[in-house]
């Protein structure tokens, strides 16, 4: 059962839960007990499992170790504490990891010197001992491996990768049967995605091993819906929910964040002066504050702020980048000058984002959004670093899309809202890796593991049906495998019902090719028909892709055409525009939560605007046009400044004025556009404001229906809000033919439809190998010969068609399309939005623009958002407000 825990405990209640000199130890440094502590150490020390969500800075690591402390040295005090590990702390962060580490090596120093002083040469006689801590990690020498497995510590910390190669080694195992506790930390960067899945499986494999349960323990800073994160730590024991109570303190700390627009207007003013005045503003906020901390979402983005601070303003070391780009020892050495406080600037992509100590920064300022309310509070929380302290934080906005987008993400801050996260659920590779990793400990029953398996929440609705298939594939029961290298990883026998370890080189394949982070390299890019090389792009990016679309690279135009392996073949673009920027892969998608937010903040806005224009009987937009002093209120209820109040209302008001209606959470406006600027294309605009992910998907339904209607090629542009489809211009979008496609779209099977439209993309097959490697049918490395990701990439296509011909529905391609279809794209929520349009809770209108109305501007131009074509970007961009202008002034 989950449950909350409704008010906290006295300090006399807390700190009497502790022993004596845990409790001195406490009372010697600290004035009072921080939020989730006054629940956390209680709970704990009762042997419940506890999710505990609180900012950074408010004793987080304590509220969690505190009470396993105090037991451990109870046991100490009797004499009895053994080398054995009685509490293991995961995280996914080795930085991270060693900040616990350190930050807990001298506490338990501490406590042991009050023990020593208390007991003096009793402490021998009585064998009290002190607790000891130690990190197993991929860092971790063989010579520490060897001396933990001799003398392991009493608290290991670690991460899931490392966890799940321990529960393979038959002799450190035999340390771990005293685990009382198991801690998981920044658990909302792994419940998410596989590798907190795979980390689940361990969890419960490590109970089996065991033959015992024990107490779980989770921490985060930001969690919804927080029984969703409960049941991840917890899980199940057979069919009852294990018990968990919830800590939420996650709004103990105060805010201080507004939007800044640094000029009046963002269309008519040129590209030099906007920057200027983005970085007069940056300069003023790391000159009044002793540590700033900037996010930028890129990593290209880092180094140019990077570079212009330096350049403009003279700083020196005092800045510095941090970003995945850069070496471990790089990062490492920025994250050391943080903590020192030697650092007037950091300047990170998303780098920063989690829970590794950064010690005490005042500022932080977010350059553009960040897609999500969840991540800008993660962000903005890394200042005030103490649980008294403020968290102080600006967002600066270059555009009129942005600027709505983070003035409702900030408001929806100080309304304690967070988007929700997602368990992936029943991932076929993850599991893959676990039941080879299950056979090398004994052999099992088919019952017996499945029941195993589905006491793992993210697996507590596996069919049987699924289970079997991926037994029978690794066991090697689909013909015609074997002719292609995969080999059997257990044997299965069917009449016993069991299964179990089969061949010698099994474990050093699994141990070599363990995880859920895929490998991905650069691709090479050339020019179809030669040999010249142009350059490189992210395979992330090339997955993105298909046959057609246009993006620059050193500063011209190229059409993809197609992909071999890790090579990618273009053509001259020369006359056509960009269809995706060469960020795009870099781009992090705009939550869900956030979207419907923004669409009702759009629908009530645009109503009180509208009777507004009624009322005033508003028709020109004029240099003396100024904004109502209702507006004005209305709109000084957000966190923005004077400058973002005046270009919201200027936004709406040219919108409304020239298309007569606003896109928003119950309205998805479909705007043919007559001008494409000279192009041989119609435009359709849809403004479907759901985030990239529901939006990838509909674009494609979208795009397949209009391709059978008009029999031409279909061209997609994707974001945040909406997708612009393109046909020849002859072609035209009536309103029958709306209604047939949404009808069809509404009525018919959408997964078989986007099956079809995905097999033969680069993302299919991109995301096929890693799924494949997940699941052991691609080796990434092999007798510790690591294999090329072109070699791997080669392997899997075949393997793919050679799946398919065995079994349409064989599990690694059922798991390929679950994870595009789920992970990638947001297929439940597509469906949700096609209901409410089937249902009428959700309405559509076709309109017919001259030229783009304003809130189609930036996506039709979106293409064109890279450092190279900006400044042509907001030329064109000028250039359609003027006529839009003109068009309303008559």
Known sequence: ???????????????????????????????????????????????????????????????????????????????????????????????????????????LDSIYELIKKAKGTDIIKQNIRNVTIGIRTGDTSQKERHAQLVKPPNILVTTPESLAIMLNSPKFVENLNEVGYVIVDEIHELANNKRGVHLSLSIERLVDIIGKDFVRVGMGATLYPMEEAAKFLVGFDGDELRDCTIVDASWSKKLDIKVLSPVKDMINTDDKEIEDAMYEELNSVIKRSKTTLIFTNTRSGTERVVFNLKHRFKYGEDVAAHHGSLSRESRLEVEEL???GSLKCAVSSTSLELGIDVGAIDDVVQLGSPKSVTRSVQRIGRSGHSFRSTAKGETIVLNRDDLIECSIMLDAMLKHHLDSFIVPKNALDVLAQHIVGMSFTKKWDIDEAYALIKNVYAYHTLSKSDFMSLINYLSGAYVGLESRHVYGKIWYDAKENMFGKRGKYTKVIYMLNLGTIPDEVSVNVFLTGTARWIGNIEEEFLSRMKQGDIFSLGGRLYRFEYARGMKCYVSDAKSSSPTIPPWFSEQLPLSYELANEIGAFRREFAALVSSQIKKSRISRITKTTRMPNSINEYLGKLPVDSNSRAAIYGYFLEQLLFAHAVPNDKLILIEQVEDTGGQDLRYIVFHSLFGRRVNDALSRLFAIELREVTDNDIGVMVNDNGFVLSMPKEERLNSKMLDGIIADLTAGDMASMLRLNIRNTEMMKRRFRHVAAR????????????????????????????????DPNFPIIKETYREIFEDVMDMPRTNEVLSKIKSGKMRYKLINTPVPSPFAQLMITFGQADAILMKERHEYLKHLHDLVIKRING
């Open 338 to 340: 943080l903590k020192k």
């Open 775 to 806: 699941s052991f049918m691609v080796l990434k490395n092999y007798k510790g010969w690591k294999i090329s990701v072109g070699r791997q990439q080669v392997s899997a296509q075949l393997l793919l068609k050679a799946a398919e011909g065995i």
């Open 1 to 107: 059962m989950i449950n909350y825990s409704d008010k906290p405990f006295s300090e006399g209640e807390s700190l009497g839960s502790l022993n004596e000199y845990v409790r001195k130890w406490f009372r010697n440094n600290f004035d009072e007990l921080t939020p989730p502590q006054r629940y956390s150490f209680k709970l704990i020390s009762e042997n419940m499992n506890v999710l505990i969500t609180a900012p950074t800075g408010s004793g987080k690591t304590l509220s969690a170790f505190l009470s396993i402390i105090s037991k451990l040295f109870d046991i100490s005090l009797q004499g009895k504490l053994e080398n054995k590990v009685y509490c293991i702390y995961i995280s996914p962060l080795r930085a991270l990891n060693n900040d616990v580490y350190r930050n807990l090596s001298r506490p």
